[in-house]
């Protein structure tokens, strides 16, 4: 067997890059983040109880030094050309927030959990968050949530010792005392490639791959579930259980391992793998485990990301003895060390080439042990010892990870709910346990006679799997033969860096990574493809069905974005239809624009389009340094400086950005009433604006008196979006700071890309014909003869155990959650009425990557969606239904609502919106105040306007689905709409408990 390199040729030094490569470990994570951006897979949350109040300054003060001393927690990561860097910023403030009125612990831990999996942007922001709850019970809780791109198990110790040691310094005034660190991670990566990259690594990953390979695979429990598309890493639900292992098993454990000339961790492992063999009925499989591959001793005290996944052969036989399995799981694990440092991706991928199976996982198992050293903090110890949160997410289908707690040890396991129902977890770890327990107790017994409580689950529909979970290839007729030719020609380009030679001709149904491609290869040519070609396609897409056909089918569909636009004077950049440096250019607003213009003519409904924040401030603030921040926000982006008309020749709305920008007001309202502020602070939310004649947005700052102000920023929704609205708070905290801000962008209307959108007007109107243009809602006063917009909400939850079904139910239809919300919204009108027949409106960004997603704009279209109850359909057949519309909407989500109104509605009046009076919505994660360095919050707006009839909004929060409805109180009591959240709950119940029952069954005909 080829052994690996141990270590490059070269030393490892400080080089001082600012612009580095990524480690190959790094690589991997970034992949996953590319595929599933956003995701909380890879998040590392810990949370600590401190048993003081925490000083927020002095906590700022230490983590500041603590970035700045390790550089990898203040890099981002990107895409340059056709190879992705990590970028090392600027010392700066840590980024806190100060969440107050969250008084018990329970609640705190329930706000942790949901902040837990907000996602970390890597591309444009540090990979560390903090929130800090200053008095929970007396005592103060903190949360630090760092991507495990930058941080691994074997950091926490040294990260908690510099943050005991840091705090106290700046309690103290004085700079901590902290050895210096010979290297920084992109040292370390530059030289972890010069060991592992170029040839070096071709003949161990071929010789490993094909041992892995002849191992018999995948690894299925009992109770897997049939799978209809792609497992993507990073963008699986998971369950999270954890259990505690006494002391007295530990320590037996520990004395077996010493008796068989062992370690705990083959104790545990050999244990895990017989639980395996129990619910998978498989002697041989392989196990994922997680090493900390930190080959050189300078990189001890080094904040990174370093374990690697290695794979072991695990072989099993209820005919031996326990240890007997401990011999040949010992042998198997000393002889696996040789291949620790091969890279788990590249070794995968190698292992899909040599086998011909396309992109499929090595492993399905995992198992981790944890055995780093605990963190040597000093007296005073002013935290118990974190807690690491989970995400709601699986990186494996079984992932077990033994952790040292005490003298005994915590479990944890982790199941990937998409494969195997949530109820798994609880089973296998009280089947493990026993397993375990039993083994060390008498380790010369056969494992077939040692009983379990439970035993695998039964698989009533066992499934048929191809080894890879890969979908059937597309239908070649999708694309025609150019985009079929420009996919062979992208594959051959990208093949060919990887075999140094030109690559052959390949195949329509040929698939990229069994012809030898790579996760960082494919992203690479669909960098190129957007580059040369100008099609956008998202790598997620591209794994679903990675073949020349199906790239050709995807190239096909994909949207040409604008051209890259050039920055012009004052670092503006403009938009493609605007020459450089010229602001004063008229431009045609897009067909979102000119719909909502429209809409603002109807003075009734002005209000209804208002993007409004309120910021509570809290302590003392410079209110002078607030609203110039404010002041140079508002001025800073074309969008905001834009004033609005109508070219009555042409018939078209226009807009320059030329205009003067708002002026922050700050008013001293010290001596007012909670009456009188609150009704300044609703005027200044929803007092519409003279859009040709003023800027569409304002800024005041209320002084409130006790070192606290309010402050509204209001925007028109012309010219911004949800988020650009974060974008606002956010960079309103950078100004504040005195930290530059970005270059602005200008909103990149294209009305040459709009016309060819609205030739596919017909495409989306054509599964709309016939429906009807209203909904029987159980209004309790009849509409008006024009519009209302004062509105309430109320909010309903499923529990988790619910939400955990309804959510496997949604996926085995091929629905999200979010499409299984439009159903359950149409199956609860019905219920009201004989209507059978829906349509509803979604929102859809329109946003499509590069530059155009930092622009402050109006950038959602607004989606219509058909629901068809007809017949008596199942649960199923509905969400399948829903599943197959959703289809051809999203596939012309772009095209103008207008053009499809004016073809469905050319009748409407205006007692209500167009089309449909019913919208529905996936609500992203919540918006954040600025960090002021003060404690801030968002606060309710206490007048509602909405836009719609009744608005439902789905999220999911600390693993619970909430359902929100927004309704227009001039046509409903509350009452109605409680019964009607009652009924969409009870009906989320049913629909998780068997989707197979009648979707009707108990709805009024």
């Not at 990566?189 to 040839?199: T, Y």
């Not at 401990?326 to 190698?350: G, K, N, Y």
């Not at 909400?793 to 309804?806: G, K, P």
């Amino acid at each position: 067997m080829t052994s690996v390199p141990a270590s490059p040729t070269t030393e490892l030094t400080r080089t001082g890059l600012t612009v580095a490569p990524l480690s190959l470990a790094q690589e991997r994570l970034w992949l996953i983040d590319a595929t599933a951006p956003g995701s909380p897979t890879y998040h590392v949350p810990l949370l600590m109880r401190w048993s003081e109040r925490v000083d927020v300054t002095a906590l700022r003060t230490a983590l500041d030094a603590i970035t700045a001393r390790h550089e990898v927690l203040r890099t981002t990561y990107r895409l340059d050309g056709e190879r992705v860097v990590q970028v090392v910023g600027n010392r700066g403030r840590a980024d806190i927030e100060v969440v107050h009125g969250t008084d018990r612990w329970a609640d705190v831990r329930q706000d942790a959990l949901r902040r837990a999996r907000t996602p970390l942007d890597l591309a444009t922001k540090p990979p560390l968050r903090c929130v800090v709850w200053p008095g929970a019970q007396g005592c103060s809780a903190v949360l630090l949530v760092i991507h495990h791109i930058a941080v691994d198990g074997w950091s926490l110790a040294a990260l908690f010792e510099e943050l005991a040691e840091s705090y106290q310094a700046a309690l103290d005034g004085r700079t901590p005392e902290l050895p210096p660190l010979p290297v920084q991670y992109a040292d370390y990566a530059v030289w972890d490639r010069e060991a592992l990259g170029g040839s070096a690594l071709e003949t161990p990953l071929a010789d490993r791959a094909d041992a892995l390979l002849a191992v018999p695979a995948p690894l299925r429990l009992g109770g897997a579930r049939r799978t209809t598309g792609p497992l993507l890493e990073g963008d699986r639900p998971g369950s999270h259980l954890t259990f505690q292992i006494d002391a007295e098993t530990v320590s037996a454990a520990e004395q077996l391992a010493k008796q068989s000339r062992a370690t705990p961790f083959v104790v545990f492992l050999a244990a895990y793998a017989e639980t395996l063999r129990r619910y998978a009925g498989q002697r041989e499989f392989v196990v994922g485990t997680v090493t900390a591959n930190r080959p050189h001793p300078a990189l001890e005290r080094l904040i990174g990301f370093f374990v690697n996944t290695v794979p072991l052969h695990c072989k099993t036989d209820g005919g031996q003895t326990f240890r007997e399995l401990l011999r040949s799981t010992r042998a198997e694990a000393f002889a696996t060390l040789t291949h620790q440092r091969l890279p788990f991706d590249r070794l995968t991928a190698v292992a899909a080439a040599r086998s011909g199976r396309g992109h499929q996982t090595l492993v399905d198992a995992g198992f981790a042990f944890q055995n780093m050293p605990a963190p040597a903090l000093p007296e005073p110890v002013r935290w118990a010892p974190p807690e690491l949160l989970p995400t709601g997410t699986a990186k494996f289908d079984v992932l077990l990870t033994i952790e040292a707690a005490g003298q005994g040890a915590l479990g944890t396991l982790e199941v990937a709910t998409d494969r195997y129902p949530a109820e798994l977890g609880e089973r296998f770890a009280e089947d493990f346990l026993a397993v375990l327990r039993q083994a060390i107790a008498d380790p010369d017994r056969m494992l077939s006679s040692l009983p379990v409580p439970h035993g695998p689950l039964a698989s009533p529909e066992r499934e048929s799997f191809d080894g890879d979970g890969q979908v059937p290839a597309a239908d070649t007729g999708a694309a025609d033969d150019p985009r079929l030719q420009q996919a062979a020609a992208l594959f051959r380009a990208a093949l060919s860096e990887v075999s140094g030679t030109a690559a052959g001709d390949p195949r329509a149904e040929d698939n990229f990574f069994g012809l030898g491609g790579n996760s960082l290869l494919a992203v690479t040519m669909l960098a190129r493809a957007q580059r040369t070609l100008g099609r956008t396609v998202r790598p997620r897409d591209f794994f679903g069905n990675p073949t020349v056909a199906g790239l050709a089918a995807l190239l096909a569909e994909a949207p040409a974005p604008s051209p890259a636009p050039a920055t012009g004077a004052g670092g503006v950049v403009p938009g493609p239809d605007v020459p450089t440096g010229h602001e004063d250019q008229v431009r045609v607003a897009g067909s979102v624009q000119q719909r909502l213009w429209l809409l603002d003519r109807i003075r009734a409904l002005r209000a209804a389009y208002l993007v409004p924040a309120v910021v509570e401030v809290t302590g003392t603030i410079d209110t002078e340094a607030l609203a110039a921040a404010l002041d140079a926000v508002l001025a800073h982006h074309p969008a905001l400086r834009s004033r609005f008309r109508l070219d009555r020749k042409r018939r078209q709305v226009t807009y320059r950005t030329d205009g003067p920008s708002a002026v922050t007001n700050v008013t001293d309202a010290a001596a007012w009433s909670q009456e009188a502020v609150a009704e300044h602070v609703a005027a200044l939310c929803w007092t519409p604006f003279d859009l040709a004649n003023e800027a569409p947005a304002r800024a005041e700052i209320l002084l409130l008196g006790d070192s606290s102000c309010v402050f509204v920023l209001c925007a028109h929704h012309i010219v911004v979006d949800g988020r650009s609205q974060q974008m606002l708070l956010d960079q309103i905290a950078t100004a504040y700071r005195g930290d530059p801000l970005p270059p602005a962008v200008h909103p990149a209307t294209s009305p040459a890309a709009e016309a060819a959108v609205a030739e596919r007007v017909a495409d989306a109107v054509a599964v709309l014909v016939g429906a009807p243009t209203d909904v029987a809602l159980p209004h309790d006063r009849p509409r008006g003869r024009t519009q209302s917009i004062t509105a309430a909400t109320l909010h309903r939850r499923l529990d988790s155990q619910a939400t955990a079904r309804f959510r496997r139910s949604a996926a085995e239809a091929g629905c999200s959650p979010f499409l299984a919300t439009v159903a359950l919204t149409a199956v609860s009108l019905a219920a009201k009425s004989r209507q059978r027949d829906f349509v509803f409106v979604f929102p859809w960004s329109q946003r499509e990557g590069g530059s155009a997603d930092a622009a402050v704009e109006m950038a959602v279209n607004t989606v219509p969606i058909r629901v068809d109850l007809r017949g008596e359909p199942t649960w199923r057949t509905v969400l399948e239904r829903v599943a197959a519309a959703a289809a051809v909407s999203y596939r012309n989500a772009d095209v103008p609502f207008n053009d499809i109104v004016a073809a469905l509605h050319p009748d409407r009046d205006l007692s209500r919106p167009a089309l449909t009076p019913v919208y529905v919505a996936w609500a992203d994660a919540a918006a954040r105040p600025p960090d002021l360095g003060v404690p801030t919050r968002l606060r309710p707006l206490e007048t509602l306007m909405a836009k719609y009839e009744i608005e439902v909004t789905a999220h999911e929060a600390d693993g619970e689905l909430e359902f929100s409805v927004t309704y227009l109180t001039e046509l409903f009591d509350r009452a109605t709409v409680a019964a009607l959240l009652d009924s969409l709950v009870s009906l989320a119940a049913r629909l998780s408990l068997d989707p197979r029952s009648p979707a009707d069954e108990g709805i009024p005909l």
